[in-house]
């Protein structure tokens, strides 16, 4: 039977010169979206998917059933360095001998964490403050150890601070940098066309997590960086997990609005009593969350707790060895 338009295993057209196509993941987000745009020579790919046979089975199939070949692939553009948009980069780029493009925030970020036998160093104090049990942390940390193989350190070819236009058959695409899901995330944009390849940064049903990094406001960072995208000109957003759609200023200001509410609750509940990020968890996410979940939900509280820090609507103490907030 020839594939069709609607072939789940294929690359789908979504704009002219922009291919689909969703790579499974071996998590509950069950699959994330690369994107194949055309340059005068050959293709970029934007994002690669995680580092699994299947995903790469699924791609090398998708491509063959196109007709490319790998060298087709002339440039690979990371949005950012999560497991499941840079895990199989290292190996598409020993088969393209593709270039490869991305924001000198997060290459500096990936620098720090990639090669490393462990996890981020500031992990350790980062759990024990947030008053997350050893034990549980253990847990956690086993975990990820397969996530972690995602890692490589990569040098890559152009490194990007925003503004920057990449020439592609569309057109120029601006780079735009958005961080805040992470501290280089990238999207790249389309000012003629109206498009905007999204990332992570903006998503169909689901908002990202942002999660606590030292030194930093991520919260603060991902609202600034929504208002701006907020001011462009979209008629199409290409994200990296689900479906595109449009309408990204109703989604924003959704967004915007779902963290509000994040951090009134966060204020109810230290109202209360002085409580750890640990156990603001258990009252905000009301079903039990999966160790690597649980981990995500606690420095997304963190998160939400340093913005409201920086405005001074929450301040902590330590207490056993952990950081106690109250309003
Ligand atoms: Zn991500
Ligand atoms: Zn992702």
Known sequence: MPATQSDVSGFREVHQHVLKLALPLPFELESVNVYLVALDDGYMLIDCGMETEPAFIRLESALIARGFTWGQIRRIFLTHMHPDHMGMSKRLLDLTGASLAMHEAEAKHLSMIAGAERR????????????????????????FAEVRRNFHPLSPDMLYSGGEHIPTALGPLEVVWTSGHSPGHACLYSKERKLLFSGDQIL??????????????????????LRRLAE???????????????????????????????????????????RTAHSLVGDMWRKKLSPINHHFAVFEVLAHLEYMQRQGRVRHREENGALAWYA
């Open 232 to 274: 462009l000109e979209v008629d199409l957003i290409l994200p990296a997990h689900g479906e595109p759609f449009s309408g990204h200023r109703a989604w924003i200001d959704e967004t915007i609005s779902h963290h509000g509410e994040r951090c009134a609750e966060i204020l109810g509940l230290v109202a209360i009593e002085p």
């Open 204 to 225: 169909e049903n689901i908002t990202p997590n942002i999660a606590w990094h030292p030194g930093r406001d991520m919260l603060g960072e991902y609202l600034d960086s």
């Open 120 to 143: 981020f160093p500031w992990l350790d104090i980062a759990y024990a403050q947030a008053g997350v049990p050893k034990g549980l942390e253990d847990t956690i940390n086993a975990h």
